[in-house]
């Protein structure tokens, strides 16, 4: 019903920057927010943040002051900036949105495919 496709996989050095994107697609009423979790090998999966449809963001204590989400609604799109990055910020990094689909209208929760981030000299 909704696909989600984040781009933006990389490798970058201790301190560098890196941009994630993730466009919504399907059968798309409304989206409520979009956020960005993270699984590093061995670990649970994180929550990183999110973005209400209002503007509204959180972000985990981890990443404050360093990573910024910012979104797009009517693109159905939500960005991760990622500056000052670190070797614990390595992970698989998921796309996730809270979405009303047309009909019949339902909420759901919905992933992506995820993308690997790897933070090394």
């Known amino acids: 019903q909704v696909q989600l496709v984040e781009s933006g996989v990389g490798l970058v050095q201790p301190g560098g920057s890196l941009r994630l994107s993730c466009v919504a697609s399907g059968r798309i009423f409304s989206i409520s927010a979009m956020g960005w979790y993270r699984q590093a090998p061995g670990k649970q999966r994180e929550l990183v943040g999110g973005?209400?449809?209002?503007?509204?963001?959180n972000y985990a204590d981890p990443v404050k002051g360093r990573f910024t989400i910012s979104g797009d609604y009517a693109k159905n799109t939500v960005y991760l900036q990622m500056n000052s990055l670190k070797p614990e910020d390595t992970a698989v990094y998921y796309c996730n949105a809270g979405v009303v689909v047309t009909t019949p209208r339902s909420f759901g929760s919905y992933w992506g495919q995820g993308t690997q981030v790897t933070v090394s000299s």
């Open positions: 973005i209400t449809s209002g503007g509204i963001t």
